[in-house]
């Protein structure tokens, strides 16, 4: 919504007492508007009509309401209109206040793992190279960042232990875009194809975690828990538009929407 319509309608409504304010543990601060007038509600569905809906976050949900919809429908018709229907949240994807977090990967249980082989492998379609030690202001977030926005090329590090960074670039820059996402190279180039980690290993889990902090798959990593990290930059939200787009499916994990509605918030009850 790049005239921001439906945000104009949203802020018109807001203006009242919520009616449920609170904060969770994180500080985050919820607040929930119920709204029953019948003309707003109109407007901002004749807004809403046209535009097009991108599942960010949520899929296997949605999903699971057509699967409910079907297992209790009767030669095609549904026994009751409001199985037609499922919740969502919405945001605009052209809000100033859309965050998207990167979701790092911690490697773990990966047999006869040796960092040099590893980093030897990669060198055909990337170029590798070992960063200087981070400290005082600097980051490895704010390293990533300053190295994407010198290169067209997918770039991300790989964190080893003990304040060791390697910072991985793909040779190649293309039209097609799971190539432009940090995920899909990794998942594509690296995972399955050099260490053998498929789709079945990462919906189990069984090799990978995942995290949006990088202390946090750092300390793993430092712990002994993990052998490795894979540290990324976030999903730039064009790039996941992008790729809905072209009828592809984003990786596992690879945005991270923040902040986050608190779960049970609004329950819909299927009774």
Known sequence: DVEKATDALLNSAVKSEPDMDAATEDGIRHRLWMITDSDWIKKLTTAMDKK???????????????????????????????????????????????????????????????????????????????????????????????????????????????????LVTYKKSGSDPMEKLDVGILHNRILEPVLGIGQKELAAQSNVRYTSDVSRASAWVDGGSSQFAFLLNPTPIEHLIEVAEAGMKMPQKSTYFYPKLISGLVINPLY
Request: no cysteine; glycine share 6%; aromatic share 10%.
């Open 52 to 166: 097009k809906i991108f599942i960010a976050d949520g899929h296997h949900r949605y999903e699971t309401a057509l699967a409910y919809l079907k297992e209790n429908s009767t030669k095609g018709q549904p026994p009751e209109e409001d199985l037609k229907y499922v919740m969502m949240y919405f945001t605009n994807s052209e809000s100033e206040g859309l965050t998207i977090l990167p979701t790092h990967r911690a490697l773990h249980g990966i047999k006869n793992f040796k960092l040099e082989d590893f980093l030897a492998k990669l060198d055909v379609d990337f170029d590798v190279e070992s960063l200087p030690a981070i400290n005082g202001n600097k980051s490895i977030d704010s390293v990533l960042a300053s190295k994407a926005e010198q290169t067209d090329k997918t770039v991300f590090a790989v964190y080893s232990g003990k304040g060791k960074y390697s």
